[in-house]
């Protein structure tokens, strides 16, 4: 049977009453009035900054910023973080009355501002990492969308962690209880260090270059959690930009037969070249960024091909916008980003948010193995981690909220604990 002409059908379609009534004028204009009215965001004041200082796995400070209508961002800075709360009170004035919605702006008012304050780095950097969370956690809340979601959306639901085992030593029953239970909790990463202040093979306290004594301790070292783990559980190996460089440069080379995930720090991370010096030396990927700051320190480290893998701790590099151009920026190179932390559950799940927008994720550090109950206690979400991964909650904002009784154990004596006019 021949088809009926397009247009006979279209006027089929309109006589239909359904569609006479959606395209009924009263109807169209009020498409276009939605159409056209300028988004209605709302409207928020900063009305208060506050902080909390906590130690756990170093020092921790927690920023809350309080706005005009009842809601408010939690954020966390650490490692460079002992001083950062009274940072932050000076940035009060600049604080109040602004809308915390413009995140980027904030933050690059408060960087430009403190250039001769030492806004390059250190605790300039994680107290303005630890504002600039908070701003994403309230931004998340005012909106009603999860932080992941403004950060351009997630590439993943679950976010790897790898278990940094905490151990002077990785040898021994304590040590072996310590690799059992990693194994039992399904980590498919974890992380030993290998620098060692106390070895007896160390004749200078000062001076960090390894003799043949000490080199064999750290392959005896890795040897024996490498037999002690199954091959699903990867392993890297720390050495705290402690060693010299051409201990570094034996330290990779010796340890190329076991397969390291990477070899972290092998010489400090001031001087790149030495770095990539190493790094050229050697096929164990190097990994580096804990201890800078900001895209312009991940740049050079780009420009001087420094390291395999980047390694930004969202809690003082910036925050996690800032971590997210250093992960775009290591995407033009092919590079992979796996974040160093330390922080509680509520800085933990901010990076996860930020890891989540990054294609070239690997895995996110977890480092409070020590401190198992402080852990599941410090949110009112209880356990976030499950067999080694944590899942994105769906929750406006970062998702987890502090129980306060619980953290509050962790205060540092004296110090304010989210009072008002701090
Ligand atoms: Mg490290």
Redesign the pocket.
């Known amino acids: 049977m021949a088809q009926a002409p397009r247009r006979s059908r279209k006027g089929a379609a309109l006589r239909s009453p359904g569609l006479r009534s959606a395209l009924s004028l009263p109807t169209l204009e009020a498409a276009v009035q939605t159409g056209s009215t300028p988004y209605q965001r709302p409207k928020l004041k900063i009305t208060d900054v506050r902080t909390a200082q906590v130690r756990v796995h170093g020092t921790q400070v927690h920023v809350r910023i309080y706005t005009d209508q009842g809601i408010y961002g939690h954020g966390e800075a650490t490692d460079a973080a002992v001083g950062a709360a009274s940072l932050i009170r000076d940035w009060r004035s600049l604080l109040l009355g602004c809308d915390p919605l413009n995140v980027e702006p904030i933050w690059e008012r408060i960087r430009t501002q403190g250039i001769f304050e030492g806004a390059q780095g250190g605790q300039y950097l994680a107290a303005l990492s630890g504002v600039e969370i908070a701003l994403w956690d309230l931004a998340g809340k005012a909106l009603g969308l999860p932080v992941y979601q403004l950060l351009g959306g997630k590439f993943r639901d679950k976010i790897r962690l790898y278990c940094d085992m905490d151990a002077e030593s990785p040898v021994g029953p304590e040590a072996n209880r310590k690799l059992r239970w990693i194994k039992d909790q399904g980590f498919t990463a974890m992380k030993i260090d290998l620098d060692h202040a106390r070895d007896p093979a160390r004749w200078d306290k000062v001076n960090w270059t390894a003799c043949n004594a000490e080199i064999d301790r750290i392959v005896k070292w890795v040897s024996h959690v490498r037999e002690s783990i199954p091959e699903s559980i990867a392993l890297a190996c720390?050495m705290?930009g402690r060693y010299d460089a051409p201990t570094g440069k034996k330290v990779a080379k010796v340890l190329e037969p076991l397969n390291l995930l990477w070899l972290?720090?092998p010489c400090p991370a001031e001087n790149m070249d030495a770095m990539a010096d190493i790094r050229h030396s050697t096929s164990t990927p190097i990994a580096c960024g804990?201890n800078l700051y900001m895209r312009w320190a991940f740049r050079e480290l780009l420009q001087k091909g420094a390291a395999d893998i980047l390694?930004p701790d969202l809690q003082n590099v910036g925050g996690l916008a800032e971590a997210q151009t250093i992960a775009k920026m290591a995407h033009s190179s092919y590079l992979p980003l796996a974040p160093?932390c330390v922080v509680s559950p509520i800085g933990a799940m901010a990076t996860c948010h930020a890891c989540a927008s990054f294609p070239n994720f690997l895995a996110c550090e977890w480092h409070w193995i020590n401190f198992p109950d402080d852990w599941r206690n410090w949110v009112k979400e209880g356990q976030i981690i499950e067999k080694g991964f944590i899942t994105l909650p769906e929750r406006p904002g970062i998702g987890v909220e502090m129980d306060e009784a619980a953290a509050k154990k962790a205060r540092i004596p004296g110090t304010p604990w989210f009072e008002a006019g701090q």
């Open positions: 720390d705290h972290e720090e804990e390694q160093h």
